[in-house]
C-alpha cells in the first residue's frame, strides 16, 4: 500500500468536508519553505540564488505553526532550501506532528544521518528524500559527485530505524526513462514506502534554462517510464495525477490546492511563481487574481508547467468531485494492471543523451553568488 490508510482517510474525510461545506477553493498541502539555505546547488532549483541577507533568514517555529493553523491542510510538506540546515527542525517537526498534520520533510538527506537523532518514528513524519535518478544521473543533477551514495545511506538509515520514507524525483528533458525504471528499481530495494514524481519547471533564477521540458515532451517522457509498470513500484501520488503525466488525462491548474508559505509570507500564486506575497491565508485566497493562471490562462509562465504542485490537487480533487473520478481512482489503484503499452516498450529502446552530456551539468554560478551562499551557510 503506497499510502497508509490512516492517512488516505484522513484526507478522503478532509476533502469530502470542502465539498459538502461546497467550498471551491481548498488548500490540500502547505508548502512550507521555512529557508532558502541549502548544502547544494542543484542546476534546475532557483531558491538557492537569493541574495546571501535573504538565505540567511528563516521561519520561527510559531511563524510555522501559524501558517500550519490559518491554512488548515492536512497535510504539510517542508521543502527548502534544505530543511535539516534550519537549526529548530526539531521543534518545527514535533509542532506540526503534535497538530496531526502528515509531514513531509523533503530532504538532499546530505545531513540525514547526522541529524537522524532529532526525530522519532512518527505515521505522521515521511523522510521525503531527493533523488534525480541513477547515481550518475543524480550526482549531476545536483552537481555533487558522491551526492547519490550519501543520499543511499541516509535512506537506509531512516528505514532501519522505522521512518516512513519516499523519494521525489524531479525529470528534465533528456532524461533516460529506461535509466529512470532501473532506480524505481533501486529505490524499491532499499525499502522506501514510495516514490513521487514531477516534471521540471523553468524557474527563471534557475541557472540552467535549456532542460525543462515541454508538455508534449513531458507526456511522452512519463509514459515511457510509466506504461508497462512493474508491480514492485509504488508511488505515494494520486494515482490519477500519474495518469496526467502520461497524458490520459486533462486537469487545470489549482494552485491554492498547494498554496507555499516562506520568510516573505503567502506566495501569490503558487510555490513556483512569486507574483506578490500576501500577509494572511485568507488575503492570499482572496487578493490572488486566480484566473491569471494556469494552461488555459494563456499566461505564457504556466504554458509547459505540469507540475505536481499544481496538477495533482487538481486531480485529488477530481477524485472526489463525481462517481466517475472516484471509480477512475479505484480502476487506477486496484484494476489498471501495468498499463501495457508496445510502442512505449518499443520506444525505451530510443538511444538517449548519457548524464553527463547534458547541459544540467553545466553550471554557472557567479562568484558573487558562491560567496553569497558561502556567507549565508556560516551562520
Ligand atoms: S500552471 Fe504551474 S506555474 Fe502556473 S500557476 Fe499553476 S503551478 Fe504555478
Partial sequence: MPVPVAQMWTVASYVVKQKLARRKRYPLVLMLEPLFRCNLACAGCGKIQYPAHILKKQLTPEQCFKAVDECGAPMV??????????????????????????????????????????????????????????????DFAVCREGGYDIAVEGVKEAVRRGFRVTTNTTLFDGADAKSVRAFFDEMMALGVEGMMLSPGYSYNKAPDQQHFLGKSKTRKLFNKILANRKKSWQFNQSPLFLEYLMGKRHYACTP????????????????????????????????????????????????????????????????????????????????????????????????????????????????????????????
Fill in 77 to 138: 510538506s517542508i521543502p527548502g532550501g534544505e530543511p535539516l540546515m534550519h537549526p529548530q527542525i526539531k521543534e518545527i517537526v514535533e509542532g506540526l506532528v503534535a497538530r496531526k498534520k502528515y509531514v513531509y520533510l523533503c530532504t538532499n538527506a546530505l545531513l540525514l544521518k547526522e541529524k537522524i537523532d532529532l526525530f522519532t518514528p512518527s505515521r505522521y513524519l515521511t523522510f521525503s528524500v531527493h533523488m534525480d535518478g541513477q547515481k550518475e544521473h543524480h
Fill in 256 to 379: 491554492w490546492g498547494m498554496p507555499t508559505f516562506n520568510i516573505f509570507g503567502w506566495q501569490k500564486p503558487c510555490y513556483l511563481l512569486a507574483d506578490g506575497y500576501a500577509d494572511t491565508f485568507d488575503e492570499l485566497m482572496q487578493s490572488t487574481a486566480w484566473e491569471k493562471y494556469g494552461t488555459e490562462s494563456g499566461n505564457p509562465k504556466c504554458a509547459n508547467c505540469m507540475v505536481h504542485s499544481g496538477y495533482e490537487a487538481s486531480a485529488v480533487d477530481d477524485t472526489f468531485s463525481s462517481i466517475k473520478g472516484l471509480f477512475a481512482t479505484i480502476r487506477a489503484t486496484m484494476f489498471a494492471g501495468n498499463y501495457a503499452d508496445r510502442a512505449a516498450l518499443e520506444a525505451l529502446e530510443e538511444k538517449s543523451v548519457p548524464a553527463s552530456h547534458l547541459g544540467l551539468v553545466q553550471v554557472t554560478v557567479s562568484p558573487t553568488a558562491v560567496q553569497s551562499r558561502q556567507d549565508a551557510t556560516r551562520v
